[in-house]
């Protein structure tokens, strides 16, 4: 059974059949899934997706397949997290971390959408997939083409982190790194998406590949209890992801799942790459394209395709949108691992680095739900703080050298904790 009617143009609403199209015609306006929320309503209920496995596919009836899935059965339903140290630090009274830095199988939020696209590639009879990636996607195309059994052309610009260089090829992959910036890999890839028979998951595919983006705020949703947050930080390359996270709550409450709420929307940037935030801070009616000059490579995309409209959403919501430079963005992965234990990438300290900006200016209040977006893992993009971090203390393997090096780390630490200093006194 479908709950899909078509695709549809987002700004002249012109209907289209289900097939790997992302352009309209008639206006060139982008593509979007168009669902009959009448017939989810109908279907749809919190204890029907409280009986499902805990993955993306528990709300499969707001997805845009037709048959049941096949890649990516087990993405998704990545922890919630409470966070009381990081709002100690913060002066926050309720904050959330949803950590897609541990999605499987790729530890990003992307392996939400690449699990859409290719279940939806593989409806179509696809057997090859593509992309344009900043380096997550290409790491979760490169896994689940491999795991859905479908051959895999990925594009990347040539200077990511290594570790998701490596964390694509390992999967034996056909990767292509050209010499430019993503907006010319993107030029590129929609010239090859025209030529090869190919399904690219964020080009002609796009349409069902963004929706897979909604499952991050399902859950969120379903893990408060059933209600959406006052206000919800995401971090913004392309745009989408945030335009997504406004339509799965619209959807939630559509259908009746939860009350309305008033969610306002956050965007995050970094400020080597800000296009939309600067836009939108200036009151521009359309975004700047820009040279992306950032540690936060994962967001830089200079030309973003979904940029009006998460300017829109943020508008609409009465939320807002900043941008952090490359320290802050470092500060903010510190600041969470230290208060959390959870070690994101840098797209995650944008997003740490931009709430805490946007509750200093007083945008953000204090004592209100706050869920922050952290989308993507550290051990990805060590390159950026292997500077910041402190380095190990080598020592032989003697126990007087230990000793020495105790009493020298108490005293750094301005005496220690009591516990250490009875400890010490013990073996004295
Ligand atoms: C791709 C990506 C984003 C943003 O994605 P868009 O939907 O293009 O805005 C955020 N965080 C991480 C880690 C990403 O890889
Ligand atoms: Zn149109």
Same mark, same amino acid.
């Given at each position: 059974?479908?709950?899909?009617?078509?695709?549809?143009?987002?700004?002249?609403?012109?209907?289209?059949?289900?097939?790997?199209?992302?352009?309209?015609?008639?206006?060139?306006?982008?593509?979007?899934?168009?669902?009959?929320?009448?017939?989810?309503?109908?279907?749809?209920?919190?204890?029907?997706?409280?009986?499902?496995?805990?993955?993306?596919?528990?709300?499969?009836?707001?997805?845009?397949?037709?048959?049941?899935?096949?890649?990516?059965?087990?993405?998704?339903?990545?922890?919630?997290?409470?966070?009381?140290?990081?709002?100690?630090?913060?002066?926050?009274?309720?904050?959330?971390?949803?950590?897609?830095?541990?999605?499987?199988?790729?530890?990003?939020?992307?392996?939400?959408?690449?699990?859409?696209?290719?279940?939806?590639?593989?409806?179509?009879?696809?057997?090859?997939?593509?992309?344009?990636?900043?380096?997550?996607?290409?790491?979760?195309?490169?896994?689940?083409?491999?795991?859905?059994?479908?051959?895999?052309? &990925?594009?990347?610009?040539?200077?990511?982190?290594?570790?998701?260089?490596? *964390? %694509?090829?390992? =999967? !034996? +992959?056909?990767?292509? #790194?050209?010499?430019?910036?993503?907006?010319?890999?993107?030029?590129?890839?929609?010239?090859?998406?025209?030529?090869?028979?190919?399904?690219?998951?964020?080009?002609?595919?796009?349409?069902?590949?963004?929706?897979?983006?909604?499952?991050?705020?399902?859950?969120?949703?379903?893990?408060?209890?059933?209600?959406?947050?006052?206000?919800?930080?995401?971090?913004?390359?392309?745009?989408?992801?945030?335009?997504?996270?406004?339509?799965? &709550?619209?959807?939630?409450?559509?259908?009746?799942?939860?009350?309305?709420? *008033? %969610?306002?929307? =956050? !965007? +995050?940037?970094?400020? #080597?790459?800000?296009?939309?935030?600067?836009?939108?801070?200036?009151?521009?009616?359309?975004?700047?394209?820009?040279?992306?000059?950032?540690?936060?490579?994962?967001?830089?995309?200079?030309?973003?395709?979904?940029?009006?409209?998460?300017?829109?959403?943020?508008?609409?919501?009465?939320?807002?949108?900043?941008?952090?430079?490359?320290?802050?963005?470092?500060?903010?992965?510190?600041?969470?691992?230290?208060?959390?234990?959870?070690?994101?990438?840098?797209?995650?300290?944008?997003?740490?680095?931009?709430?805490?900006?946007?509750?200093?200016? !007083?945008?953000?209040?204090?004592?209100?739900?706050?869920?922050?977006?952290?989308?993507?893992?550290?051990?990805?993009?060590?390159?950026?703080?292997?500077?910041?971090?402190?380095?190990?203390?080598?020592?032989?393997?003697?126990?007087?050298?230990?000793?020495?090096?105790?009493?020298?780390?108490?005293?750094?630490?301005?005496?220690?904790?009591?516990?250490?200093?009875?400890?010490?006194?013990?073996?004295?």
């Amino acid at each position: 059974m479908s709950f899909v009617k078509g695709l549809k143009c987002k700004e002249c609403g012109e209907v289209y059949p289900k097939e790997a199209l992302h352009v309209c015609d008639m206006c060139f306006g982008p593509l979007e899934a168009a669902y009959d929320y009448e017939k989810i309503k109908g279907a749809l209920s919190k204890e029907l997706i409280e009986s499902r496995g805990h993955n993306i596919w528990r709300y499969k009836e707001l997805l845009p397949i037709d048959e049941e899935p096949t890649v990516g059965l087990k993405v998704g339903y990545t922890p919630l997290i409470r966070a009381h140290n990081l709002g100690n630090a913060l002066g926050l009274s309720e904050i959330y971390i949803k950590n897609d830095g541990v999605c499987f199988p790729t530890l990003s939020f992307k392996d939400r959408v690449v699990s859409v696209a290719l279940s939806k590639a593989k409806e179509f009879g696809y057997d090859t997939a593509a992309c344009a990636s900043t380096g997550n996607l290409a790491n979760s195309v490169a896994a689940l083409s491999r795991a859905g059994n479908l051959k895999n052309y &990925i594009f990347i610009p040539y200077d990511l982190e290594q570790a998701k260089i490596v *964390g %694509t090829t390992v =999967y !034996g +992959a056909n990767l292509i #790194g050209i010499n430019g910036a993503y907006d010319d890999v993107n030029r590129l890839c929609s010239e090859v998406a025209g030529k090869f028979g190919w399904a690219f998951v964020n080009i002609n595919m796009r349409p069902y590949y963004a929706e897979g983006s909604k499952s991050l705020a399902f859950e969120v949703m379903e893990q408060l209890g059933w209600r959406s947050p006052k206000h919800f930080v995401v971090p913004m390359a392309s745009g989408s992801l945030l335009t997504k996270v406004w339509k799965a &709550i619209k959807e939630f409450e559509t259908i009746g799942l939860i009350e309305e709420t *008033g %969610t306002k929307i =956050y !965007g +995050a940037q970094a400020k #080597g790459c800000s296009p939309i935030t600067t836009a939108l801070k200036n009151k521009w009616e359309i975004f700047k394209p820009v040279k992306p000059d950032t540690i936060a490579k994962s967001l830089a995309i200079g030309t973003p395709a979904d940029g009006f409209y998460a300017m829109q959403v943020m508008n609409q919501s009465g939320g807002w949108g900043e941008d952090v430079a490359d320290q802050e963005i470092i500060d903010g992965i510190k600041l969470l691992a230290e208060t959390e234990g959870i070690f994101t990438e840098t797209a995650g300290g944008v997003t740490i680095a931009v709430t805490k900006k946007l509750v200093e200016q !007083g945008v953000l209040p204090k004592d209100e739900s706050i869920v922050l977006a952290i989308t993507g893992n550290g051990l990805k993009t060590q390159e950026a703080i292997t500077n910041d971090v402190s380095q190990p203390h080598i020592i032989d393997a003697n126990l007087e050298e230990f000793e020495e090096l105790y009493d020298r780390l108490n005293n750094e630490n301005q005496g220690g904790s009591e516990d250490a200093i009875s400890a010490h006194s013990n073996t004295a």
